[in-house]
């Protein structure tokens, strides 16, 4: 018998056009909102089928993936034998082109990405109970990953409610410094327990666009909901102050702000020609950073 052919996945970038912190809970864990689109950039996965699970990565940002054992595709695939018995398992090749630490969930793409070929090779469903609490577990974007569409996410991201957002022209920056999400929340300093929005909060928060909404509505609602994380990151990593200052100084920008606990930065434009031009000069301008434009939906 000749061998499987190998089977591919994208592990594409989530970016969080909000993110509310509700609250911390007693177990530790944030509750949070947040509505959750995807880029046009991703990292590419691929698995060879049979033997031993293994993982190499390549590709521009390969050296900041760490060891092996400490990646997030490791440990979905390994959380998920656990949980699946014979689990049919192969090497894994990740591409690696996101930056690590950044705010737009990379790490959690990949282990999507993984799951879903996992999935595959295995005839699992993607709503599969074993998939989905083995995505949890191995991270709180991973399940909106997973789906990889989309979303507003609720709760420690278990809580998914697809969202029909348009095409949005953007400009994703990164300034090539890393970021600790636990470093983030610890600077937010909530105590376990403690709520950041109340009952009122909750009942009076803004109903997402219907299908069809033009980007200009859905800006006009994100701007009412901000990135609670910002702010701490900001005061952790400053460089994140100049990110966002280029971005909103583009033309035709209609909306900056950070995604996740950061340091990635995103505008959105009302035209993909002017997300292009305003690339092209924070390239110019600041050659050390990370720099994409595409479309987020």
Not at 17 to 33: I, K, M, N, Q
Request: charged share 20%; aromatic share 4%.
């Amino acid at each position: 018998m000749s061998p499987m052919p190998a089977l591919v996945e994208e592990g594409r970038a989530k970016v969080n056009l909000s993110l509310r912190v509700v609250g911390r809970r007693t177990d530790g864990y944030h509750d949070l909102e947040s509505v959750v689109a995807f880029a046009d950039c991703a990292d590419r996965l691929t698995l060879e089928p049979g033997g031993e699970l293994k993982l190499t990565a390549t590709g521009p940002l390969a050296a900041a993936c760490g060891d092996t054992a400490d990646n997030l595709v490791f440990k979905a695939a390994k959380l998920l034998a656990e949980a699946v018995p014979n689990l049919k398992l192969g090497a894994f090749a990740l591409d690696k082109v996101l930056p690590v630490a950044a705010g737009i969930g990379g790490g959690s793409a990949d282990a999507a990405a993984a799951l879903r070929l996992l999935a595959r090779l295995n005839n699992l469903s993607l709503d599969d109970p074993r998939l989905q609490k083995v995505a949890l577990a191995t991270g709180a974007d991973v399940p909106v990953c997973l789906l990889s569409r989309a979303c507003d996410m609720t709760g420690v991201g278990e809580q998914l409610l697809p969202l029909a957002l348009p095409s949005m022209p953007c400009v994703m920056v990164n300034p090539r410094v890393p970021v600790a999400t636990k470093d983030v929340f610890q600077a937010l300093g909530l105590r376990n327990g403690e709520l950041l929005v109340g009952a009122t909060s909750v009942f009076g928060a803004a109903a997402w666009p219907e299908e069809g909404a033009s980007i200009a509505d859905w800006v006009d609602v994100l701007e009412t909901v901000a990135n609670d994380l910002e702010a701490p990151a900001m005061r952790i990593e400053p460089v994140i102050g100049d990110v966002l200052e280029a971005l909103r100084d583009s033309a035709g920008v209609k909306l900056a702000r950070m995604s996740g606990s950061g340091a990635t930065c995103f505008a959105i434009f009302g035209e993909i020609a002017d997300a292009r031009t305003a690339a092209e000069k924070i390239r110019r301008d600041h050659p050390g950073w990370w720099v994409h434009s595409g479309t987020l939906s």
